[in-house]
C-alpha cells in the first residue's frame, strides 16, 4: 500500500485542522492504520491508531480527548481531525500501515511497514 498525507498548514493555538492520508491498493481495509508525529530535535512518537473496521481506535494520552482518527474504507482514506491544538503540537504528522498489529504493540513503530512522507503542522502561539 502507498500512503500520501495531507492537510497540514500553519494555525493558531486553539484552532482546527484535518489530516487526511490517501492509499492506493486494493487492501486499504485489511489494515491497521496510524498516525505519528516527530518535532524537531525529538524522536518520532505514536498519536493515534484505529482497527481495520473502524471501530477501536487508540490515543497518545497527550492529545486524547483533543484528536480524533477515522477512517472510510470506501474512499480508502484515513484522517485525524485536530482540535484545540497546542505549540506543542507542532511537528511532521506521518500516516502509517500495518498487517497483523496486535493490542500491546499497536503504539510502536516497528507494527507499521508502510509509511507516507508526513505532512508539516504548525501551531502558533
Known amino acids: 500500500v502507498q500512503l500520501q498525507a495531507s492537510g497540514g498548514g500553519l494555525v493558531q493555538a486553539g484552532g482546527s485542522l484535518r489530516l487526511s492520508c490517501a492509499a492506493s491498493g486494493r487492501t486499504f481495509n485489511s489494515y491497521s492504520m496510524g498516525w505519528f508525529r516527530q518535532s524537531p530535535g525529538k524522536d518520532r512518537e505514536f498519536v493515534a491508531a484505529i482497527r481495520r473496521s473502524g471501530g477501536v481506535t487508540y490515543y497518545a494520552d497527550s492529545v486524547k480527548g483533543r484528536f480524533t482518527i477515522s477512517r472510510d474504507n470506501a474512499k480508502m482514506t484515513l484522517y485525524l481531525r485536530m482540535n484545540s491544538l497546542k505549540p506543542e503540537d507542532t511537528a511532521v504528522y506521518y500516516c502509517?500501515?500495518?498487517?497483523?498489529?496486535?493490542?500491546?504493540?499497536?503504539?510502536?513503530?516497528?507494527?507499521?511497514?508502510?509509511w507516507g512522507q508526513g505532512t508539516l503542522v504548525t501551531v502558533s502561539s
Open positions: 502509517a500501515a500495518g498487517q497483523g498489529v496486535i493490542l500491546s504493540t499497536v503504539r510502536s513503530q516497528a507494527s507499521y511497514g508502510y
